[in-house]
């Protein structure tokens, strides 16, 4: 070969070469950072122990416990437990022990409309009266989307049947007593598809819609298209509370460091809750949603987050809620039901699961998850630095906020204060920026003034678009002549509840039985709050005469009594 034809052929071989070694380079880096990203196994498997013995040392015995499950790539790495499944014979809870799932529940019920979806018997966006068609017409048309997003607007049965003195754990509650209480309801609390509020409600009218529509009871049509195909063997539904379990850990509570005392669900309903199983069953569960062996459509559809009807995109999906945990992306549902407390939270990136199982209300079920994945998942990098880390803006005349704000939406009470020299917002520390405007967390207020000065009302405004307005209000101490304007019987028909508002003195209180009472606390003129938070609120016609009473709270925003005595 001559010569110069010699070096130009050495020439392109070494720019192959280098062309071949940089590929090589980047395809190494790429499988290593591919790797980097999902834990290694002993790390996981240590993590998770270093995690179950500092929480389950905490607990003095006897006492109810928990079951822990850790997963890595689908496989089951961890299992363990600690606790009493039944203090009575002292009989300990295993990584076997049946318990109760609360609301992590929810997730199967919105697949099993999903898989009716993909039969082509339904569809999520249909109107639930068009297989309910004993709901009333609200106005606007309320979609199985928007209960399984629980942007309905439905009340929550829960607080609905608490003002008749029926809630859970006073009498038997059967799926028909849920579904009569729900269609009574005349009106919704908001428009659905408007907002976001928690109600079990919507998904114990999901339940029925698969019965009517797959001519299947619930639980055996969830057993047949989803426990079956993932594995889940020890799985089945509450449908009788008076069933025996082999294997089922009972629920106990207590208050404060008082004796512990049974709590089982005394229900013989589900949809909204009511599944029983093991960790090892959730492990094979989210085994599925990550290898999507039942499809890729089911696993998109329950993780496809919720968009309200002006754009804004909520963290909650089908039975899921869709966020990240320190950094990582998180998948996860809690639950509480009588006395268990459970989560199921999955890291996608990270091929990692974690199921949590108590039959307690302490240890904190969420709190042990999350210890698990800080021990596994950590060290953290630390938050990025912002403009409000950087430099402090002071708050002008921070005293003239101070006092107390009725959020309009809500009614709920709020207030401003004044503590260590440092203003609080709900005893969240409100900063001030740039431009002088305040914040609390990541929400923006934006006030409107008096000519005085002084504030009047605020707009409290988040990331994700969604705002608040809350109006300055001054405290009320009422008078006798003031509570006897309110007193008598009143009777909601949506509710089916009588309730009595009586005065002993000064103190004003609500009688929902003889047995059942409440003090009430008395807020801004014509409002009171009961020890839980509730609100019981007056409104009066144009000549000031009581007209109406209202109890809201934070699943049942508001149910109008009338009164009859």
């Given at each position: 070969?001559?010569?110069?034809?010699?070096?130009?052929?050495?020439?392109?071989t070494?720019?192959?070469?280098?062309?071949?070694?940089?590929?090589?380079?980047?395809?190494?880096?790429?499988?290593?950072?591919?790797?980097?990203?999902?834990?290694?196994?002993?790390?996981?498997?240590?993590?998770?122990?270093?995690?179950?013995?500092?929480?389950?040392?905490?607990?003095?015995?006897?006492?109810?416990?928990?079951a822990v499950?850790?997963?890595?790539?689908?496989?089951?790495?961890?299992?363990?437990?600690?606790?009493?499944?039944?203090?009575?014979?002292?009989?300990?809870?295993?990584?076997?022990?049946?318990?109760?799932?609360?609301?992590?529940?929810?997730?199967?019920?919105?697949?099993?409309?999903?898989?009716?979806?993909?039969?082509?018997?339904?569809?999520?966006?249909?109107?639930?009266?068009?297989?309910?068609?004993?709901?009333?017409?609200?106005?606007?048309?309320?979609?199985?989307?928007?209960?399984?997003?629980?942007?309905?607007?439905?009340?929550?049965?829960?607080?609905?049947?608490?003002?008749?003195?029926?809630?859970?754990?006073?009498?038997?509650i059967?799926?028909?007593?849920?579904?009569?209480?729900?269609?009574?309801?005349?009106?919704?609390?908001?428009?659905?598809?408007?907002?976001?509020?928690?109600?079990?409600?919507?998904?114990?009218?999901?339940?029925?819609?698969?019965?009517?529509?797959?001519?299947?009871?619930?639980?055996d049509?969830?057993?047949?298209?989803?426990?079956?195909?993932?594995?889940?063997?020890?799985?089945?539904?509450?449908?009788?509370?008076?069933?025996?379990?082999?294997?089922?850990?009972?629920?106990?509570?207590?208050?404060?460091?008082?004796?512990?005392r049974?709590?089982?669900?005394?229900?013989?309903?589900?949809?909204?809750?009511?599944?029983?199983?093991?960790?090892?069953?959730?492990?094979?569960?989210?085994?599925?949603?990550?290898?999507?062996?039942?499809?890729?459509?089911?696993?998109?559809?329950?993780?496809?987050?919720?968009?309200?009807?002006?754009?804004?995109?909520?963290?909650?999906?089908?039975?899921?809620?869709?966020?990240?945990?320190?950094?990582?992306?998180?998948?996860?549902?809690?639950?509480?039901?009588?006395?268990?407390?459970?989560?199921?939270?999955?890291?996608?990136?990270?091929?990692?699961?974690?199921?949590?199982?108590?039959?307690?209300?302490?240890?904190?079920?969420?709190?042990?998850?999350?210890?698990?994945?800080?021990?596994?998942?950590?060290?953290?990098?630390?938050?990025?630095a912002?403009?409000?880390?950087?430099?402090?803006?002071?708050?002008?005349?921070?005293?003239?906020?101070?006092?107390?704000?009725?959020?309009?939406?809500?009614?709920?009470?709020?207030?401003?204060?004044?503590?260590?020299?440092?203003?609080?917002?709900?005893?969240?520390?409100?900063?001030?920026?740039?431009?002088?405007?305040?914040?609390?967390?990541?929400?923006?207020?934006?006030?409107?003034?008096?000519?005085?000065?002084?504030p009047?009302?605020?707009?409290?405004?988040?990331?994700?678009?969604?705002?608040?307005?809350?109006?300055?209000?001054?405290?009320?101490?009422?008078?006798?002549?003031?509570?006897?304007a309110?007193?008598g019987?009143?009777?909601?028909?949506?509710?089916?509840?009588?309730?009595?508002?009586?005065?002993e003195?000064?103190?004003?209180?609500?009688?929902?039985?003889?047995?059942?009472?409440?003090?009430?606390?008395?807020?801004?003129?014509?409002?009171?709050?009961?020890?839980?938070?509730?609100?019981?609120?007056?409104?009066?016609?144009?000549?000031?005469?009581?007209?109406?009473?209202?109890i809201?709270?934070?699943?049942?925003?508001?149910?109008?009594?009338?009164?009859?005595?």
């Amino acid at each position: 070969m001559h010569k110069t034809e010699r070096k130009k052929s050495e020439i392109m071989t070494i720019n192959l070469l280098k062309h071949f070694s940089a590929s090589v380079l980047t395809v190494i880096f790429t499988v290593s950072l591919s790797m980097a990203q999902v834990p290694d196994k002993e790390n996981v498997v240590k993590g998770a122990e270093r995690a179950f013995e500092k929480v389950a040392r905490t607990v003095t015995m006897p006492a109810p416990g928990c079951a822990v499950g850790v997963s890595l790539n689908g496989e089951s790495v961890f299992e363990k437990a600690f606790g009493m499944a039944e203090m009575e014979h002292s009989i300990p809870n295993t990584p076997q022990t049946i318990f109760e799932s609360g609301s992590v529940a929810k997730q199967f019920t919105a697949a099993a409309l999903v898989l009716l979806q993909q039969d082509g018997k339904l569809n999520l966006d249909d109107p639930v009266k068009k297989y309910i068609p004993e709901l009333p017409d609200y106005g606007s048309t309320l979609t199985i989307r928007h209960m399984l997003n629980h942007t309905a607007g439905l009340r929550d049965w829960f607080s609905v049947r608490a003002l008749s003195g029926e809630g859970a754990g006073e009498h038997i509650i059967t799926q028909q007593m849920i579904f009569d209480t729900v269609v009574r309801q005349k009106d919704l609390d908001f428009t659905p598809g408007s907002e976001y509020s928690y109600s079990n409600s919507g998904y114990q009218l999901a339940a029925m819609i698969v019965e009517r529509v797959s001519k299947q009871k619930f639980p055996d049509f969830v057993a047949e298209r989803i426990f079956k195909p993932v594995g889940m063997k020890n799985s089945s539904w509450r449908d009788d509370h008076r069933r025996v379990v082999p294997g089922r850990a009972n629920a106990y509570s207590r208050d404060g460091n008082g004796p512990w005392r049974l709590t089982m669900p005394m229900m013989n309903a589900h949809g909204g809750g009511g599944m029983l199983t093991t960790v090892g069953d959730w492990i094979k569960w989210n085994a599925m949603l990550d290898s999507r062996s039942m499809g890729a459509p089911l696993v998109e559809s329950l993780e496809t987050q919720a968009v309200l009807n002006d754009g804004r995109k909520i963290a909650y999906a089908l039975g899921l809620s869709v966020g990240s945990y320190k950094g990582n992306k998180n998948i996860s549902h809690g639950g509480a039901t009588a006395g268990y407390r459970t989560v199921l939270s999955r890291f996608p990136d990270k091929k990692l699961s974690i199921a949590v199982l108590c039959n307690g209300t302490s240890p904190n079920s969420n709190d042990l998850a999350n210890s698990i994945a800080d021990e596994i998942l950590g060290p953290f990098p630390a938050p990025p630095a912002t403009d409000a880390d950087a430099e402090k803006f002071p708050i002008e005349q921070p005293e003239k906020y101070v006092g107390l704000w009725k959020n309009e939406r809500t009614k709920t009470p709020n207030r401003f204060a004044i503590t260590n020299g440092e203003l609080r917002f709900n005893n969240t520390p409100v900063r001030a920026v740039k431009d002088g405007s305040l914040m609390v967390g990541a929400a923006t207020l934006s006030f409107k003034y008096n000519d005085s000065g002084k504030p009047v009302f605020f707009e409290a405004r988040n990331t994700n678009g969604d705002s608040s307005r809350y109006t300055a209000e001054t405290e009320w101490q009422p008078t006798a002549a003031d509570l006897a304007a309110f007193a008598g019987e009143w009777y909601s028909d949506d509710a089916d509840a009588k309730i009595t508002f009586a005065s002993e003195g000064s103190d004003a209180i609500l009688i929902f039985k003889p047995s059942t009472s409440v003090t009430l606390r008395p807020l801004y003129k014509d409002y009171f709050a009961d020890q839980s938070g509730q609100l019981v609120w007056f409104e009066r016609d144009e000549s000031g005469k009581v007209v109406s009473m209202h109890i809201g709270g934070a699943r049942m925003r508001n149910m109008p009594f009338v009164r009859i005595k």
